[in-house]
């Protein structure tokens, strides 16, 4: 490629990378403006209606409207595994009904279902980006064309979204080499990244990480750090079993497609009428688990982190799907913050952080995720713990690899 072609390319490449953090950036701004609008805007202009009137009402119509719109449109939203797997499968993805998985996703999370806006958004993103990269190989094989045509028509080349594109296994097919693909990827998604958190900060965004006071945990923490983590494991196993079990029972019912959504929209029903601190994922409201935790006992605290789990996945297995990593983080700090009652001697960040990161990280199944996302609500001090137990679930995982094998 010639200087002028990689100047265009990268200039076009991160105009595209802007416009879809912008999507992502509009998504996340439209969730929390309908979320505030149905839940607390709507109650509070009509007073004089009983307190159960809007979640009743909101969740009944919300649901009629998620199963007419997966009855039309199919098993939709799609999260960023599902994405994932069907580019490792394909090489490629479906992008063109997109804005479908976008619209349903919304829908979901206004209406307060307890799950998270970063799997949908991850998989919109990641639809968005093979497409661009799909364009990108359009305009290099095509640089002249596109360069001497109309100014109309150039538009055409660069923003229609169903032409003029070249999937990547066809380009692979005709043995097409992309050179400086890593270099553009990289300037791409960081651009895209800068300008998302640009976004964020320009219009005064809370952030999602709520920092979690002081520690000065020393030897005498240390002898409880196995014993907490062994607890918290064994009680996270504990729960996907029975979790596994139970869903595997209603999978063997075959509840109907009306049945499974109108079932999730009445527990997002009941979750905001008893208890709306834990409707939506918890993303925007991760300082009340904090808060929570300093003021209730300790039975109640694992009661609401044993529901928020409970309402998490009785919404992703009746089709109201999203992301998990933030209601199980918000679950896990509030099991945290309970244990912390128990040793009261002790310092109780070390309690929290050990649980909750250990917790987490077994009900994610994705030990360095978890705990690299967790680590961020905790002070530096806490980051030898999330070390050690990564090397712990590694052996851990490693054994049972092993095993398997044999």
Known sequence: MTKRQITFLTLWGCCLSAMIAGVAFIFLMLEQAGSHLFWETIPHTFPNLPPFAVPILLCSLGGILVYHLKQKWGPLPQT???RLAELKALQTVDYRLIYRDLCLSLLILILGAGVGPEAPLLGAIIAFSIWEADKLRFLKKNYSLVAQASLTKKLQYLLHPRKYLIPYPSAKKAGETAPYKKIFNTIFIINGLILFLLLMK???QPS???K??????G??????FLPLALYAFGFGTLYLMV????????SALKPSLLLKTMSGAAMIGMIGIFFPNLLFSGQHSLSLAVKLGATLPILTLIG???LKLLFLEVCLQTGWVGGDIFPITFASLLHGFAIAQLFPAYDSLFIIATVSLTLASTLLENELLALIFISLFFPLE???LAVVLLGLFKVKNYYLTKRGKQ
């Open 219 to 224: 030897k005498n923490e240390l002898l409880l």
């Open 243 to 250: 979790k596994k079990y139970f869903f595997k029972v209603i």
């Open 382 to 384: 806490i980051l030898p």
């Open 208 to 210: 999602f990480i709520t």
């Open 80 to 82: 960023s595994h599902q």
């Open 212 to 217: 979690i006071g002081k520690t000065s945990w």
């Open 304 to 306: 609401l982190s044993l």
């Open 202 to 204: 320009m219009t005064d």
